[in-house]
């Protein structure tokens, strides 16, 4: 993969299912289509806006082969994982190297809480088994912990492979160390939250992991872009229309909101995976007010 092409905004793609909860393939090749028609520069798949942890291997493999294969080369493709077990993870890497994805992105493990020593052996060995990939960090505290600047700078600094994290912490200080600790490397740091783009940006992030790119795709892309392009101002007022949106978001059960606001934009991408539910109207009703807020309601 040519790093150059680790920045800007990577999505992480939704998966459309059927009413039977069955991927639906034919939706999922359109919305490969669209978002990049609209302008993203990179797909994440099995994000956890994807809702990765509802799948099983096959399925796993199916959403993979179906997004590299309609995305044919035109932005780059990582594929996200988030097992516990190590060999699952391994095993996991190595079908991404033979789908052909373009690099690998790992959450740390789940449910657990390893130490440093732990977490770099993880890290390592899954890196190890996939050296022709870059590989990427995926801090989310949702698991329950965060990773330690510590950590980072020395996989940064240790294991040939490992190229870069995304930050979904929120916390603007960490985001800085872990840009501050690796910035003499080629190590490209993405913000992960959607409402600081352009924070992310100002402190040296390469780009950030948005899940709202899946819906609206353009304005995402175009506080990225502005901010590329030295319009600042323009960007700053960008984030700022924008993000009464992605706050509305809070008010759901996480990943609901993503696919509610997908359907009220007309993407059909059908519900979320049980035990999550959609939306009842009233919050609907909300998403669509601050969507329309924004000017970005279709009509």
């Known amino acids: ?24 393939v034919d939706k999922l090749r359109e919305h490969v289509n669209y978002i990049i028609e609209k302008g993203v520069h990179g797909i994440l798949a099995h994000g956890s806006n994807g809702e990765f942890y509802m799948f099983d291997d ?7 082969r179906v997004i590299v294969e309609e995305t044919r080369g035109r932005v780059p493709v990582l594929m996200g994982i988030g097992a516990i077990r190590t060999s699952k993870a391994i095993k996991l890497a190595k079908m991404g190297e033979r789908l052909g994805v373009d690099g690998i992105s790992l959450l740390q493990p789940m449910f657990l809480k390893p130490t440093d020593e732990e977490l770099f052996l993880y890290f390592k060995e899954i890196a190890d088994s996939v050296p022709n990939l870059p590989v990427l960090l995926y801090n989310n505290p949702r698991v329950g912990y965060t990773m ?11 294991v040939k492979n490992m190229k870069g994290m995304k930050d979904s912490s929120g916390d603007i200080n ?3 160390e872990f840009i501050r600790r690796t910035r003499d490397l080629e190590f490209k740091v993405f913000g992960g939250k959607d409402t600081m783009i352009y924070a992310a940006l100002a402190v040296g992030a390469v780009g950030s992991v948005c899940s709202t790119a899946n819906m609206f795709p353009e304005i995402v892309t175009a506080i990225y872009n502005e901010y590329a392009n030295g319009n600042i101002k323009e960007s700053l007022e ?4 924008f993000n009464p949106v992605r706050i509305a978001q809070d008010k759901a059960s996480f990943p609901v909101a993503t696919k509610d606001m997908a359907n009220i934009m007309g993407l059909n991408v059908g519900k979320p995976i049980k035990p999550n539910l959609p939306s009842k109207e009233p919050l609907v009703e909300f998403f669509k ?4 807020e924004a000017e970005l309601l279709k009509r």
Do not use: C, H, W
Request: charged share 30%; net charge negative.
């Open 148 to 158: 330690s600047g510590d950590l980072v700078e020395k996989l940064a600094r240790e």
């Open 1 to 24: 993969m040519d790093l150059s092409l680790l920045k800007g905004i990577y999505v992480p793609i939704l998966t459309p299912v059927k009413n039977n909860e069955e991927v639906d």
């Open 58 to 64: 096959d399925d796993y493999e199916l959403i993979t």
């Open 289 to 292: 007010q601050k969507i329309e």
């Open 238 to 241: 960008l984030q700022y229309r």
């Open 174 to 176: 960490q985001l800085m």
